[in-house]
């Protein structure tokens, strides 16, 4: 994410994904290998034809790639830990631009997902609708006329659509308002989830919230609900913002400023360290505290030092303390390049 789009001093990210499944085969956990080969052949053939070839989709297949490139992609959220350490026979196809990722023989056949910055919901579906309907064209999809499309885990059911918003809340959680907030989502038929989706931590003040549910509701509702209660947390975030400096400016400064300094001149840092630092750093950039760093590139960075990519810049496997000081050096070097220092 490059940090551009609408309400990108919060939002990080908008993303939809569609599960689909082929009418005439078992659904993955149930499917043999030779079906799910043939998922494969349909999908990569479907992928061929003359509307989705302004994507430039590039086909990898998950046997080919080494552990090291598997938790890359897992990094920049172009395929679940799901796809990447349990699939049998399992695909991507990723667009040039990385926008679109399309992951087969995952929990469903299809999970078709797009990626926009910012609070950019209906563009990420129509983008996302778009892919579905090229594909829908030359594949015959499991739907049931009442019950929508049918998928292999009940709550996908029905539009078979999860669209969710990564926000950075970190006013929220240093006034201890989060819970609170938290809470108020999920009554709302909404759910929140740490960086890498279902089962994974909050690091970095991050929350993805998404959808719930998928049956009885139209996509266009869905999204409306979605879009609706990010905004009011948008606001909630804001205010807290503007609170802290209000009330404790120099204590919120100073705190930001140390996680600042550490960044530029550590040698050694832990990546959970590391990720809360930079959730520092994004907040002073934002509030206009420090100049040169851009959201982009803690955007980069918070993908780059995580151990997959590290290993890959390396271009070997890296122990854990060896992984903590590239860690330190990557930082270090992209925070002084940026603000103009030495590194």
């Not at 499944?21 to 078992?26: A, I, Q, S, V, W």
């Not at 043939?38 to 430039?56: D, H, I, K, M, T």
């Not at 990564?166 to 989060?178: G, R």
């Amino acid at each position: 994410m490059n940090g551009s789009g609408p309400d990108a001093d919060i939002v990080v990210s908008s993303r939809v994904r569609l599960a689909r499944n082929l009418r005439d085969l078992p659904f993955p956990y149930l499917a043999t290998n030779s079906q799910l080969e043939a998922v494969l052949e349909r999908v990569r053939r479907a992928l061929g034809q003359e509307a989705l070839a302004p994507y430039r989709f590039t086909w990898i297949p998950m046997d080919e790639l080494d552990e090291i490139d598997k938790r890359v992609l897992v990094e920049k959220h172009l395929i679940s830990p799901l796809l990447a350490e349990e699939a049998r026979k399992g695909a991507v196809a990723i667009s040039e631009d990385e926008r679109i990722s399309i992951m087969v023989n995952e929990e469903d056949h299809l999970r078709i997902q797009v990626l926009f910055p910012g609070l950019q919901l209906a563009e990420a579906w129509q983008l996302a609708s778009r892919i579905d309907d090229a594909l829908e064209a030359a594949l015959n999809y499991a739907f049931h006329e009442r019950r929508g499309y049918l998928t292999a885990c009940p709550t996908n059911v029905g539009t078979g659509i999860r669209a969710s918003v990564m926000v950075h809340l970190p006013a929220l959680v240093m006034t201890q308002q989060v819970g609170r907030i938290l809470t108020a989502i999920h009554q709302v038929g909404l759910v929140v989830r740490g960086l890498y989706g279902e089962g994974s931590e909050a690091l970095g003040n991050l929350f993805q919230i998404s959808n719930q549910i998928t049956l009885g509701r139209s996509e266009e509702d869905i999204l409306e609900n979605l879009h609706g209660v990010v905004k009011q947390v948008i606001e909630h975030e804001r205010t807290a913002r503007r609170s802290l400096l209000e009330t404790n400016r120099l204590k919120l400064e100073d705190r930001l400023s140390r996680s600042f300094g550490i960044l530029s001149h550590a040698r050694i840092i832990e990546s959970k360290e590391a990720i809360q630092r930079l959730s520092d750093v994004r907040l002073g950039v934002d509030l206009g505290l420090f100049r040169g760093v851009t959201p982009a590139t803690l955007n980069e960075l918070t993908v780059m030092t995580q151990p997959g990519f590290l290993q890959r810049w390396a271009g070997q496997a890296l122990t854990p303390e060896q992984r903590d000081e590239r860690r330190a050096r990557l930082i270090r070097e992209r925070l002084n390049r940026a603000a103009g220092g030495e590194s």
